[in-house]
């Protein structure tokens, strides 16, 4: 049976007397892809952000193996040390080199040490194509190279899972497929992700579960390839048949 890494219960957020999310519920398996979709402000977004304390969320809870996470949580940093998040605005400190973005999590808030932390962000550099970079700074890139070091600065932190939102939505189309390319091999070497994304080709190609959001609702729960083969609901074909793939 495949380990639960993160499971969703009952979870609303409002703001002010808007309800943004509705009766949230879903689970996260170790390894697996989750990816969210649906229209534009439906909530995928704030759904993602709640899974990491960005955003507060007013009932329900997140149990996160096993650390049962409620209204008004507090402890957040060392969890936030377990979950990786790789937002569409980058994020990078611009007065910072990309080796010190990417050490300024290992080192001050994990304590580990420069060596050894410098050693691993020189793999994932090698990785992402992106070594000679090293001690440039964030204005000296395009934005699909800054994304790819945001992705670098997340798996430095030896994440359980990363949160991805986004994170192609502002590249230009020929920037995309680099990002896309890291997130595949993640997909493939088995890191747990939960992708926000409107890149439908990409998402078929890796999502093993689809959670379909209108309306801060879930309108649909199915496994990856199902959703885009034969989807269940009516707005999940309507949504389908609207995107470009």
């Not at 007397?17 to 949230?24: A, F, R, S, Y």
Request: glycine letters at 6%; proline letters at 4%.
């Amino acid at each position: 049976m495949a380990e639960k890494l993160l499971t969703v219960s009952h979870l609303n957020k409002n703001y002010g007397k808007k309800e943004v999310l509705h009766d949230i519920n879903f689970s996260v398996d170790k390894g697996s892809v989750t990816v969210i979709l649906g229209p534009s402000g439906s909530g995928k977004s704030t759904m993602i952000r709640c899974l990491n304390g960005l955003e507060d969320f007013h009932s329900g809870q997140i149990d996160f193996k096993g650390q049962v996470i409620q209204p008004g949580f507090k402890k957040w940093q060392p969890i936030r040390q377990n979950i990786g998040m790789v937002f569409q605005s980058y994020d990078l400190f611009p007065n910072r080199t990309v080796i010190d973005n990417i050490l300024l999590g290992p080192l001050k808030v994990q304590k580990r040490s420069h060596e050894e932390a410098l050693a691993q962000a020189r793999q994932l550099l090698k990785e992402v194509q992106l070594t000679e970079y090293e001690n440039v700074y964030p204005r000296q890139l395009s934005g699909g190279q800054k994304q790819r070091i945001a992705i670098v600065r997340a798996l430095e932190l030896n994440p359980e899972f990363i949160l991805f939102d986004e994170v192609t939505a502002s590249l230009d189309p020929e920037m995309v497929r680099g990002v896309l390319d890291v997130m595949l091999q993640l997909a493939q070497r088995k890191m747990t992700m939960i992708v926000v994304t409107h890149e439908m080709n990409f998402a078929k190609q890796i999502a093993d579960n689809v959670i379909f959001l209108e309306d801060g609702k879930i309108i649909e729960k199915s496994v990856g390839r199902q959703f885009f083969d034969q989807p269940k609901t009516e707005r999940a074909k309507e949504f389908l048949n609207s995107m470009d793939f």
